[in-house]
């Protein structure tokens, strides 16, 4: 997880973005399969089954519809943990800013 913040004035991100050289990735939660299970439509196309973290579970609740950050498992790729939740405004920002992938952005305004 990075925040990025740049000289020019420009390109100031004030939420957390997905750390691409850890394999993370942007997801929708499609389901909540109960048990801290959920299942997630990420931004590859791929679904996969997720779990949320022991040290997440009890601070963060988690709904369907809600965009999150997804790590997925190095030796089974259609499972994976949830790294990050955003918040209905942060979401709205990444998406006002053009920052979410096309196949995920469910929060467009426009």
Not at 64 to 70: A, R
Request: charged content about 35%; proline content about 4%.
């Amino acid at each position: 997880m990075d925040h990025k913040i740049e000289d020019n004035g420009e390109n100031i991100t004030r939420v957390i973005t997905p750390n691409k050289r850890k394999g993370e990735i942007y997801g929708i939660v499609e389901k909540l399969s109960g048990a801290s299970r959920l299942t997630v439509m990420c931004e590859d196309g791929s679904t996969r089954n997720c779990r949320i973290p022991g040290k997440m579970k009890k601070r963060m609740w988690i709904r369907e519809g809600d965009l999150v950050i997804v790590k997925p498992w190095d030796f089974q790729d259609e499972k994976g943990d949830i790294i990050y939740r955003y918040t209905r405004t942060q979401a709205l920002y990444l998406s006002r800013n053009r920052m979410l992938p096309e196949i995920i952005d469910v929060f467009n305004e426009r």
